[in-house]
């Protein structure tokens, strides 16, 4: 089955610094990458998504980018601010169905 | 609005005891999910539905098992509660195949194995 690893499990920037979080994943079939960000307290919740035939996808200050030779993407967070504090998770799948998720990384942004 | 509902935030069992957790939701989604969230092990897939009555386990279905009658309905069943078993469970809801990808999350359950 597919295996999605994150690393590393805790990032802290300071405020204004771009963060750039990265995951790998195993099964070269998975053709959709997803990030979940989730507040203290809260569900989980989509913040931006890519299917492997595109190469980048931009939505205001967040970026993801996908390699799909290496197996792995990443997803790029500018300007940060502090309520961009939160864990971050990445995951794969094959065409919509089931969904892996990496082990997650807090991100902490300092003031 | 897009709403997957938990039956409860909170639950307090005993060892030994037969567990039902319930998931709802209200976007006719084909694909249903649980996780289990523990701290620095992320979100474990438990079990997965892709139609009614169809389903496949995930990476740790030990000990678990589930059901879905219904479209909007999926359960999760403890069938003999144990304290390894303490976690948050959290359920979540997506379309099929094919089409748009996004997981839609309930709002968890907090279950502690006495």
């Known amino acids: 089955g597919e295996n999605v690893e994150q690393h590393p499990s805790t990032l802290s920037v300071q405020e204004g610094d771009s963060a750039v979080i990265k995951c790998t994943y195993s099964?070269?079939?998975?053709?959709?990458f997803p990030w979940y960000k989730q507040e203290l307290g809260k569900r989980p919740q989509l913040i931006i998504d890519?299917?492997?035939?595109?190469g980048e996808k931009k939505d205001q200050r967040i970026a993801v980018t996908l390699n799909k030779t290496a197996k792995h993407f990443s997803l790029h967070i500018t300007e940060t601010q502090p309520e961009d504090s939160a864990v971050y998770f990445c995951?794969?799948?094959?065409?919509?169905?089931?969904?892996?998720f990496g082990k997650g990384i807090t991100l902490s942004v300092r003031p | 609005d897009v709403k997957v509902t938990q039956s409860s935030r909170y639950l307090v069992k005993r060892t030994g005891e037969k567990v039902f957790l319930e998931c709802v939701q209200d976007?006719?989604?084909?694909?249903m999910f649980w996780y289990r969230q523990d701290p620095g092990l992320g979100l474990r897939l438990i079990y997965f539905?892709?139609?009614?009555?169809?389903?496949e386990k995930g990476d740790i279905p030990e000990g678990y098992s589930v059901s879905r009658e219904k479209k909007e309905r999926f359960s999760l069943i403890l069938e003999s509660a144990s304290t390894n078993q303490t976690s948050m469970y959290l359920c979540?809801?997506?379309?099929?195949?094919?089409?748009?990808?996004?997981?839609?999350f309930g709002q968890g359950t907090r279950l502690t194995v006495v």
């Open positions: 979540a809801s997506s379309l099929g195949p094919g089409r748009k990808g996004e997981a839609f």
């Open positions: 099964d070269s079939a998975s053709n959709y």
């Open positions: 890519i299917r492997s035939n595109v």
């Open positions: 995951a794969a799948s094959r065409s919509n169905s089931k969904l892996t």
């Open positions: 976007m006719d989604h084909e694909n």
């Open positions: 539905s892709y139609d009614v009555k169809m389903k």
